[in-house]
């Protein structure tokens, strides 16, 4: 039996970073200020602070590839591709972003064109060798490539998932003048040149900033064992992050949504939305049964087509901005007065924000906003709100409840379009709201949703902190077949699997309990785009076909029964699972009991109306599990705090979760 | 009334939502490539007047196409004295009625509450193909019929329950009936959640509430319009721009536009332009507005709503008959694809005058059109577009190699063509220096060569291969494209803008897009 650990989750954004400890199944949390200019120093500090020291497993979530790739910060890198073809990162897919804007520019290349280079060879798609690459090819190769101050390479060279070996020389000689060199048959050897091509680029981009900072976080934090979230929805070891830092990038949305899963399932409600409301912006994810992922994600413009968990962002947080716009209608967000200067209610900045609303309608109290620790100027949030209302020709509460309708039904239709492009009904989910605003927004969100449960963990402001800490170690394996569906291809396919799971790294070999998930992605002949089916490696290939064609059913609302299904790409997860359990809070209160008041609020209906009434005002950390309590009322805690709107009802969980529902759901 | 302000924005997020989903319901369940991949459709919600309330639109050529076909159709129900019941659905795609070319299907229901119409959803969708001459349906002809099967308004469904006659006699004259089958579920599937949804709205907030807003949204969108258009300095701004030729011995074919600006609102008269033409470049009058409208929208700010508020302060004037407003029974194939575009660069060129901070220089004015059939080693059609250079803006370069104005669709991956056909792509390049030269240098086009490895008929329906797009403020003219067929004996042969060919194994097309114009003086 396995000692009991501490183990620590480190979430560091862009405003505070948030570390979530456990220990003996009791959560602790310490949030401080980030430092973004050195990440480790608000980390190393927290552990301290917070007591954390003794920590033996420190999983992170981190936000120093994405930075280095939005900023364009990244290691200088050149690009080697097949003759003819050196300019497809220029090309892309040859679309812009935007289409009525006549200023519109593509996203640039993260390699510049003078260090995008050719070498003659050439691979079929059957795999053969049209032209062979010659070694003095590559030598020749890497003479151009002398006092460019090339710091990294990215490799790929067309069909090389194939047919390896050419991209391989090309790493061999370049690594023996040494250079350090990413090739894209190793990191994503899938067909799609560009996005292929694009995956690698971006993976050697970040790889420099990522490799050092995993370095200053390995000296500070010797004797604990290291973990990196990466966008998978997985952890992996410091030494897997340096040969794939791309992976890295949604890094910190993905311990949220992988927090949601697994709590959900705890729950018994395996099918949940994951709500994530923070100061800008509110990224929207399902789950169900397991945290969805996509193939076909983009970072900053940029393919990068590692399997990533499927989130979709809006520009829809407590910072968001309100104005009205040049044809008198009320417009909420994208723009944010994020933390600097922040809402109006931070004392610095004047303008109207979604939280500046809220503290309007007498839902953000000041006397238990984070705990106290900081001051909240409501005198300036109803300023904002009258000169809005001046605009708008009505009073402060008016224009308050105005922009948070509007706040909500934008958020509404991200979740929508969510929901059903994956063919799901959203009333049929539960909703999981964290984030420092969501679980403000959860019940009046579900009710223009038809959904009629909201769940808001403990802790509403460090979930994502949480979810590092329950997170399995994953890893993701791929190859393109591009088979037609045949007992062959799945001979094919479990030999590719086999070799995957040979591929894991040794520390995973002396554990016995990993997990191995194949899938496949398929399509019917002609299609343009596949779709991954779980599958298990001693099925016939006819059960594949008829669990594709159910897939297919589901997702597109049609299948071809005699349509011929070919095999793409074959795909293994590797998991080891977490062995840690969800903890529960402990209790730091703010007073000594669970009423610590009542205050006039206001709510908007679903129609609009702005109904107002008298609430009880309940201080979370004081509610036992298994009591109840009805709306309307607010449930304040130190990150956070629910409003629980007329006709709900809440109970807590035994997981220190708040379950609100709506009354007269059964 | 801040409630006002708010439900205005609520109201237009709804509406908006309504064609968004319409959009998404058809992307996820229909069949074809086009619709699933290049997102080749667009779906739309009008009021009870048939005026365009909202509109999710993922490619401008089909921003006039859905105003134009819902006017057709009120006119066809009145001359009947019919209405639309519940569940009854209109299917056609005559470009002489509102359609733009024959894969274009357009289906059309009414949205009732408690019996009273309340509005009309809409969605149009490129279909792969509609029968004809040539696969795919964009044959190099002479007559709508050789581009395919042309249908009058039917209807698709009565009563919710799909007309199977129709349905019938539409599969019996397509190349490909259970796509097209699928295809066309996929469109009543999607008619079907947007009448839902809009009901749904209108539940909720009652129907004179929402025809309310529904009449103010309109008058939203004009306002934002009115104070975009006010930027246009008064005055008459002519331009004349010009087709290479149609494929059957016309050339230079003028497309001329006088726009009028004055008070918020625009005159777009088209007098001038050639009459016309005997191949297949002539528009239905549904395709020259979308570039009206394309242009319009690039006007405005990019969240603004697009609505008849915003289309009703733009007066257009075609000559008809006219290559802008073809009649019937003329071919029109490549009005949409090729003519749009020219028709953009003629408005800009016109604009540019009144605007010369803010419009950029002609982009590559096609779409360079390819389509290669075969029968070996199994029979397979190929059909894409191909990007070029785009042009120069007042502050900056144009784009390389980029799908511009009234297209946006995606390239085939090399891997994904090389798996699928008998096809080797021997060169995918920026065209260096074929941008035109200018204070901001115009984009480049794009070069790509194909090797058949199988003996293939290939038809390349292109423009822009004689006259560069112009450049503005004295930047030159982009270079105008050029493509190259390498016989088996190595001769290499200058291809016609407009052609069809059988090619052998072993040869090599080479295809060159034409470079952007510049922007002011080099």
Not at chain 1, 133 to 149: A, D, H, K, Q, T
Not at chain 1, 324 to 346: F, I, N, T
Not at chain 2, 348 to 362: F, K, Y
Not at chain 2, 410 to 435: C, I, K
């Amino acid at each position: 039996m396995e000692v009991t650990e501490t183990a620590v989750g480190a979430d560091i954004g862009g405003t505070f970073t948030d570390l979530v400890a456990a220990e003996g199944g009791e959560l602790r949390v310490y949030k401080l200020p980030s430092t973004p200019e050195s990440p480790e120093e608000a980390l190393f500090r927290g552990l301290q602070e917070g007591g954390m020291e003794e920590a033996s497993r420190i999983a992170h979530g981190s936000t120093v590839a994405v930075n280095a790739l939005l900023e364009r910060k990244g290691t200088r890198t050149a690009f080697v591709a097949t003759e003819g073809f050196s300019d497809l990162l220029a090309i892309g897919r040859q679309t812009r972003p935007r289409l009525y804007d006549l200023a519109v520019e593509k996203i640039a290349p993260l390699v510049p064109p003078e260090l995008c280079f050719e070498v003659a060879e050439r691979v079929s798609s059957r795999g053969e060798v049209i032209v062979p690459l010659r070694e003095e090819e590559v030598e020749g190769l890497s003479r151009r490539m002398e006092g460019l101050g090339v710091e990294a390479v990215a490799v790929c060279l067309l069909f090389s998932f194939l047919h390896p070996r050419h991209e391989e020389l090309v790493g061999r000689v370049l690594s023996e003048r040494g250079m350090v060199v990413h090739l894209s048959s190793r990191i994503l050897p899938e067909y799609r040149e560009y996005e292929r091509a694009s995956t690698v680029v971006v993976n050697a981009y970040v790889s420099g900033k990522v490799s050092r900072y995993l370095s200053v976080l390995e000296e500070g934090l010797s004797g604990k064992r290291l973990e990196i979230m990466h966008s998978g929805g997985g952890t992996m070891e410091p030494a897997e992050a340096r040969l794939i830092p791309a992976r890295t990038l949604m890094s910190g949305p993905a311990g949220g949504v992988v927090a949601t899963a697994k709590l959900a399932s705890l729950a018994g409600h395996p099918r949940a939305v994951a709500l994530d409301m923070g100061g800008t912006s509110t990224d929207v994810s399902l789950v169900d049964g397991g945290i969805s992922l996509s193939a076909e994600g983009s970072v900053a413009g940029y393919p990068v087509r590692f399997p990533m968990i499927d989130i979709h962002s809006i520009g829809a947080g407590g910072g968001s901005l309100a104005k009205v716009d040049r044809g008198g209608a009320l417009k909420v967000g994208p723009e944010s007065a994020g933390a600097h200067p922040g809402p109006a209610c931070y004392g610095i900045g004047r303008l109207p924000t979604v939280t500046d609303a809220h503290v309007v309608l007498g839902r953000l109290r000041e006397e238990y906003f984070l705990g106290g620790r900081m001051r909240l100027f409501p005198g300036r949030s109803l300023e904002a709100m009258r000169d809005l209302g001046r605009n708008l020709g009505c009073s402060a509460r008016e224009a308050a409840a105005g922009v948070l309708s509007v706040v909500l039904n934008n958020m509404a239709r991200a979740v929508r379009l969510m929901t059903v492009d994956r063919g799901h009904d959203p009333s049929l989910f539960t909703l999981v709201a964290y984030g420092g605003a969501g679980p403000m927004h959860g019940c009046e969100l579900a009710e223009l949703l038809g959904i009629r449960r909201v769940l808001v963990p403990p802790w509403p402001g460090a979930f994502s902190a949480c979810g590092l800490l329950l997170a399995d170690r994953v890893r993701d394996s791929s190859l393109t077949l591009m088979l037609p569906m045949s007992p062959e291809a799945m001979d094919r396919a479990r030999e590719a699997w086999g070799r995957m799971g040979e591929g894991l790294p040794p520390s995973w070999k002396e554990v016995e309990d990993v997990a191995h998930l194949p899938a496949m992605d398929l399509r019917y002949r002609g299609q343009g785009y596949e779709l991954r089916v779980e599958v298990e490696r001693d099925w016939d290939f006819r059960r594949v076909i008829e669990l594709f064609h159910r897939a297919h059913r589901r997702r597109y609302g049609f299948h071809l029964e005699d349509g011929e299904v070919e095999v793409v790409n074959v795909r293994l997860r590797s998991v080891l699972p977490s062995n840690a359990d969800f903890p529960r809070p402990t209790r730091t209160g703010l007073s000594g009991k669970k009423g610590v008041g009542s205050a006039k609020m206001a709510f908007v209906l679903p129609d609009g109306r702005l109904w107002e009434e008298e609430c009880a005002v309940l201080s979370r950390t004081w509610l036992r599990s298994g009591e109840v309590f009805d709306g309307p009322c607010l449930v304040c805690e130190e990150d956070a705090t629910a409003v629980v709107p007329p006709g709900w009802r809440g109970r807590v969980d035994e997981r220190g979760c708040l379950l609100l529902e709506r009354r007269g759901s059964g | 009334m801040a409630v006002d302000a708010a439900l205005l924005e609520i109201f237009n997020n709804k509406l908006a939502e309504v064609a968004e989903e319409m959009g998404v319901v058809l992307g996820r369940s229909g069949h074809s490539a086009n619709i699933k991949e290049r997102k080749d459709y667009s779906c739309a919600v009008f009021d009870a007047r048939g005026r365009l309330v909202a509109q999710a639109a993922h490619i401008p050529v089909h921003l006039g196409a859905l105003p134009s076909s819902m006017r057709f159709l009120l006119e066809w129900l009145e001359s009947r004295g019919e209405v639309l019941r519940e569940g009854d659905v209109i299917l056609w795609n005559d470009p002489f009625r509102g359609g733009t070319h024959l894969p274009d299907l357009t289906m059309a229901a009414a949205v009732r509450c408690e019996g009273r119409l309340v509005g009309y959803v809409v969605n149009r969708a490129h279909h792969a193909d509609v029968g004809g001459r040539a696969p795919g349906s964009m044959a190099l002809g002479s007559e709508v019929f050789q581009e395919g099967l042309v249908i009058p308004m039917v209807h698709y469904a009565r009563e919710g329950r799909v007309v199977e006659e129709v349905e019938d006699l539409i599969l019996a004259n397509v190349r490909t009936p259970a796509e097209r089958r699928g295809d066309l579920r996929a469109q009543h599937g999607s008619l079907t959640v947007g009448v839902r949804r809009f009901r749904e709205v209108v539940s909720r907030h009652g129907p004179e509430e929402v025809a309310r807003f529904m009449e103010e949204l309109l008058r939203y969108a004009g306002r934002i319009a009115e104070e975009s258009l006010s930027c246009i300095p008064p005055g008459t701004y002519s331009f004349t721009d010009y087709l290479d030729d149609d494929g059957r011995g016309e050339q230079d074919i003028p497309i001329r536009v006088a726009v009028t600006s004055g008070e918020g609102r625009l005159r777009v008269d088209f007098s001038g332009s050639a009459g016309e033409v005997r191949g297949p470049l002539n528009c239905p009058r549904s395709v020259t507005l979308s570039a009206v409208y394309y242009v319009l929208r690039c006007l405005l700010p990019e969240d603004a709503p697009f609505n008849h508020g915003c289309l009703e302060r733009v007066e257009v004037v075609i000559p008809r008959p006219s290559i802008l407003d073809a009649s019937w029974p003329r071919a029109v194939a490549g009005g949409n694809v090729e003519t749009s575009q020219r028709v953009v660069d003629a408005l800009l060129g016109a604009l540019s005058q009144a605007l010369p901070e803010r419009i950029p220089a002609a982009s590559y004015g096609t779409m360079t059109n390819l389509a290669v059939g075969g029968e070996s080693p199994r029979p397979f059609a190929y059909y894409e577009t191909i990007a070029g250079g785009c042009g120069a803006r007042p502050d900056r370069d144009g784009m390389d190699a980029t799908h511009n104005h009234m297209t946006n669709t995606m390239n085939t991956p090399v891997e994904a063509l090389e798996y699928e056909f008998p096809l080797r792509v021997m060169r995918y390049a920026v065209a260096r220096g074929t941008g035109g030269r200018g204070r901001f240098r115009g984009g480049d086009g794009l070069e790509r060569h194909f090797q058949f490895l199988e003996a293939a008929k290939v038809s390349l329906l292109a423009e822009r291969r004689r006259r560069g797009p112009y450049g503005l403020a004295g930047g030159e003219p982009g270079m105008p494209g050029e493509d190259h067929l390498v016989r088996k004996g190595g001769e290499r042969i200058r291809l016609p803008s407009k052609v069809e060919l059988e090619v052998e194994e072993g040869e090599v097309l080479e295809l060159r897009t034409p470079g952007g114009g510049g922007f002011g003086s080099p």
